[in-house]
Every structure is written in structure tokens, then in C-alpha cells.
């Protein structure tokens, strides 16, 4: 006889839109159909990426965050256009609606992609299969565009499940088959898992989740930190995350005062390094992206200024978050001067502003506890 669960176990479902941008533009715009389309910055602009791109753009190799220019060069003919952000909030507003006709419990990843948790729906379904279907549905009759759907009993199986059948697709992983699933993963899909992070598995032979479950706790913790036990417990199918309703993350930030004054510009960006891989570290547990950099320098004196930058589609990337900081320091004519404190921030999370008419700097800057 199987051993039963302690609990009933949850059902969660990650909902995950098509090219969301580009899909509404095609919708609103019948001669944008069926042809290679960009949305984001423009390729003459400067600085211009990819907020999205269609699935017929996406055959030239054309991906999200890549520099429209890079975009222009892998597909001539493709059309660029500026993002409509008042009218994807109007559509993620009325995909919300269809999701609160089965559950409260939904707490958006960002404009396009949110969990749900549907243990107890509220017409009583049962089947979290039968809901995704019907919420698959309901976006197609009502909204003309189409999601993917994953289905499983926790957030991380669930997330990646959507992606697996894109676009339009549905996939259920059942409690039975998860941990053969979580074995056959690429360490790549694991998440906080970066390209550094993949590398380093790889050079010590880890390729997959199987890989990953030959090792006990204390030694995954000892190779990747605090990070190591997560892996532990998700190669075993175990993610007790919640679906947070509320969650209410405006921004998230890592600071750092040190012993003594920072004169240098070396060691200021060593310092800034330091700091945005713990930022970027957050960012991936809480699988947040954000479109604005903030920097905070507090000054020997105790002046303190913050300065901003905002892109058009949210990272969460080491990379990114690190440069943006240094380019910002740079700006602030650093050298000789005395900065007793560095803090670098992320917000901008879900919701989308204007370029050009951003938010103002963020004076008070939320540390959260890890
Ligand atoms: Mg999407």
C-alpha cells in the first residue's frame, strides 16, 4: 500500500501568456499577423531592447531583453514597434477577473504570468486540469489571445510545466511523476540556477536533477550556500512556497556600511559587485524582475542621493543589475570623494510605466529579512 500524504496535496496552476506584448499588438492590429513583430525599443534608438517578440520573430532567433538592433540584423524585414503598456495593464486587468471567478488565491509574477491556487475553487470543480482548461478558454473566447498552463501540486513544477507545451498548451504533472521529472531537468532550469551557477554545476559534473540528488544536504549546502538546500528539497519534488495574494513587494534592495570610508573607484565597484549579486540573489528566490536600478550613496558627511535608471522589460540578472550600478556611480564623478554606504535596489516589479516619464528616485529603500 502507497504511503498517504500528511495533507491533501495542493493544486497549483502557473498561467503564462503568449508573447503577451506582441500577441496583443497582432490582435489589435490585423497587419501585424502572422509576421515577424517586435515590441520594445526601436532599432535606430540607442540603447533599444526587446520587450517581446512574436512567435514568427522568435524562428530569427529574435528573444527578449536583446538589443532591437541585434533584432534589425537577424530579421530585416521584421516590424518594431513601441510598447502599448495602458493597454496590456487593461488586458492583464480583465485576465485577473477570469482568474478570480475560480480562486482569490493568485499572485502575479508580472503583467502576463501569475500562480493560482485552486485546492478549493470556488465553483467546485475539484480538477485543477479542468480549470486551467476553462481559464485557457475563457482568455481565447473573451480576450482573443491564448496561454499556456502548467498543472501540478506546487509553484515550481507548476512554472515549469507552462513552459514545456508553449504556446497555447496545457501540461499536468501529477504527484507520481514529479520526482522522474525533476531528475531528467537540466541544472539550467532550476531556479536561482544562472549561467555562472550552471556552469560551476557542470564543472563538477552535475547536469540534471538526478545529478543533483546523488548529494546529501550538507554537501549541496557546502557547494552553493543557502541555495544548496533548495536544490535538495525541489530534485524531491518538495516546494511548500505558498501562493501569496498579497504580496506587495514595491522593491527590493541590499545595502552595505562599511568600516571605513571608500575612496577609490575600484573599491566601490568591488563593493557594488558584492552587493548586487545579494540583490540578485533575492530577486531569484522571490523570482521578482525588475525594470529599475537605484542606487544610494551616503557620503562621509552623511549626504545621501539616489540615482535611477529604467529599462523596458524586467531582469533579474547579475549581470545587468551590476553594470547598471557602475554606470550610475560613474555618473556621480565618484573618485576622491568619501562614501561611507552603497545600496543598490530593484523595483518596478509588475507594473509598467512610460519610459520617459518615470517614477521619481526612491528615497526610502526597503531591506528585506532573507
Ligand atoms: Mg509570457
Known sequence: MENQPAQPHRKIIHIDMDAFY???????????????????????????????????????????AMPSKQALQLCPHALFVRPRFDAYKEVS????????????????????????????????IGSAIEIAQQIKQAIKD??????????????????????????????????????????????EK??????????????????????????????????FGKAGRFYFNIVRGIDNREVQPHRETKSLAA?????????????MEAELDKIAATVCKRLQHYELKGRTVTLKIKYSDFKQITRNQSFPAGFNDLETISTTAKKLLAAT?????????????????????????????????????F
Open 255 to 267: 545595502e552595505d556600511t562599511f568600516a571605513y570610508d571608500l575612496t577609490t573607484t575600484e573599491e
Open 333 to 369: 564623478d565618484p573618485e576622491d570623494k568619501r562614501i561611507r554606504l552603497l545600496g543598490i535596489s530593484l523595483s518596478n516589479f509588475g507594473e509598467i510605466t512610460v519610459k520617459g516619464k518615470d517614477e521619481k528616485p526612491t528615497d526610502q529603500l526597503r531591506l528585506f529579512p
Open 142 to 187: 473573451e480576450l482573443q489571445l491564448t496561454a499556456s498552463a502548467g498543472v501540478s501540486v506546487n509553484k515550481f513544477v507548476a512554472k515549469i510545466a507552462s513552459d514545456i507545451n508553449k504556446p497555447d498548451g496545457l501540461k499536468f504533472i501529477g504527484p507520481a511523476a514529479i520526482e522522474g521529472f525533476m531528475e531528467q531537468l537540466p541544472v
Open 22 to 64: 506582441a500577441s496583443v499588438e497582432q490582435r489589435d492590429n490585423p497587419e501585424y499577423r502572422d509576421k515577424p513583430l517586435v515590441v520594445g525599443g526601436l532599432p535606430e534608438g540607442r540603447g533599444g531592447v526587446v520587450a517581446t517578440a512574436s512567435y514568427e520573430a522568435r524562428k530569427f532567433g529574435i528573444r527578449s
Open 93 to 124: 486587468r480583465c485576465i485577473r477577473e477570469i482568474f478570480s471567478r475560480y480562486t482569490d488565491l493568485i499572485e502575479p509574477l508580472s503583467l502576463d504570468e501569475a500562480y493560482l491556487d485552486v485546492t478549493n475553487d470556488k465553483l467546485n
Open 190 to 223: 532550476f531556479f536561482g540556477v544562472g549561467k555562472v551557477t550552471a556552469q560551476k554545476m557542470k564543472n563538477m559534473g552535475l547536469h540534471t536533477g538526478h545529478d543533483l540528488k546523488q548529494l546529501t544536504e550538507a554537501e549541496l549546502t557546502k557547494r
